[in-house]
């Protein structure tokens, strides 16, 4: 009876065909899916489920998977494409609170011959996690939801296998990690957004800080190995682990960060009793501010070196043209930044604005920072900002000597 009712199209992505509800049927003058789609499929997100699959690809190269479960799968998609493009025989788990999105996980599990090594139950996700994973705990659990994951995420890391596994965590709330809402991303994410020229980085780090949360309060570590920052969305990889003592170190990682309007100065500040103390160093002569303050929120590193090193053999090794376009670009510029994410990124653009100059190319400054001795790279965050050991004061003198010439 729902075959009839729902309007089907067959979708291709990556080395994986799959049916869907149409999205062009339903989603009329809006161009893209909304939450009323009677079965879940955004293709504006194949970037995100082609890194995914190059990135549990990566992580199998040093850790074992043997039971993965996405709890909000829809259509399915995303745990199709695992099961059809990385190796090993995994088992999945697949669940949605909504039977036609079940119905039809099921037919496309069925139709690719994914039977024995895949199930798609009816069920709330939250429940199904933890009930699921009693009988042998997932090492692998992908939270892929339609806004935000904060609901999810302790029972996913409950539902993860104590000597570790893999977390993927999506989230569509970008108003309100992005300092539109700070009240709302307190609430949620347990920490204050805020309005930078980084601001979605500082979304990441919220996200990234909440687990670290969550993972402690379960007495587990978590370490991240890669984020994605792009359109609409953010996505983070870590890899959570039972280890209390590790967990303990990692409460270092936790702070804010602090941001001047007036001279673009940021900061991070590690928490502690003293944070109050710590003198802000602005960087023109007799700033006054004002000051915005983001966080508790994670200050530590966002990718692993070893692991995105992992992804490009991987991805070196792949069909490129099973892949969105944007993808090596991306993993080009996440491996350079990788080791420069102890600052947060600046936005030439927004520097320039501040000070009036015309914005030079991205790769002049790159170039003139490098004459000095500065380490420095792209950042797949925004095509406008470099990482950089420089100080915002120094790039601004770049700046303003070749506006000068």
């Not at 099921?106 to 199930?119: C, I, K, M, S, Y």
């Not at 930044?337 to 002049?364: M, V």
């Amino acid at each position: 009876m729902h075959e009839q009712m729902t309007v089907e199209k067959e979708y291709s992505e990556g080395r994986t065909t799959f049916l869907s509800a149409d999205v062009d049927h339903y989603s009329g003058d809006k161009k893209q899916p909304t939450s009323s789609l009677p079965v879940f499929y955004n293709p504006r997100m194949q970037l995100n489920r082609d890194l995914s699959v190059l990135f549990l690809m990566a992580y199998m190269e040093k850790h074992s998977v043997e039971m993965m479960c996405e709890p909000l799968t829809g259509s399915g998609v995303r745990t199709l494409r695992y099961l059809n493009e990385c190796p090993g025989d995994f088992y999945a788990k697949m669940c949605d609170a909504n039977p036609l999105a079940v119905e039809t996980a099921r037919r496309n599990v069925e139709t690719l011959g994914f039977d024995d090594r895949a199930e798609v139950i009816h069920g709330d996700a939250k429940v199904l996690l933890m009930t699921e994973s009693r009988g042998k705990r997932f090492d692998f659990v992908d939270i892929d939801p339609f806004g935000t994951p904060a609901p999810y995420l302790s029972a996913a890391v409950q539902s993860i296998s104590p000597k570790g596994g893999l977390l993927a965590v999506t989230a569509t709330d970008m108003p309100v990690l992005c300092g539109v809402y700070p009240k709302i991303a307190l609430r949620r994410y347990g920490g204050f957004s805020a309005r930078a020229p980084y601001t979605h980085e500082i979304a990441i780090r919220l996200l990234n800080g909440f687990i670290y949360s969550v993972a402690g309060s379960n007495d587990c570590s978590m370490e991240p190995l890669a984020v994605l920052s792009t359109d609409h969305y953010i996505r983070t990889w870590v890899r959570i682990e039972t280890n209390r003592t590790e967990s303990n170190r990692q409460a270092s990682k936790l702070g804010i960060i602090r941001y001047c309007t007036g001279c673009m100065h940021s900061d991070f500040v590690q928490l502690s009793s003293k944070v109050q103390n710590v003198d802000f160093d602005h960087k023109i002569k007799g700033c006054a501010g004002p000051i915005r303050v983001a966080g508790p929120l994670w200050i530590g590193d966002l990718f692993k070196d070893q692991f995105l090193s992992n992804a490009t053999k991987v991805l070196e090794k792949s069909e490129m043209e099973h892949y969105h376009r944007k993808v090596p670009d991306v993993l080009e510029k996440m491996v350079e930044e990788s080791g420069l994410t102890n600052r947060p990124y600046i936005d030439i653009h927004a520097l320039c604005d501040l000070h009036n100059f015309a914005p030079p190319k991205n790769q002049i400054i790159i170039e003139k920072l490098k004459e000095q001795g500065y380490q420095v790279a792209r950042t797949h965050f925004k095509p406008t900002a470099i990482r950089t050991t420089a100080s915002v004061e120094e790039v601004t003198r770049i700046i303003a000597n070749y506006n000068a010439r």
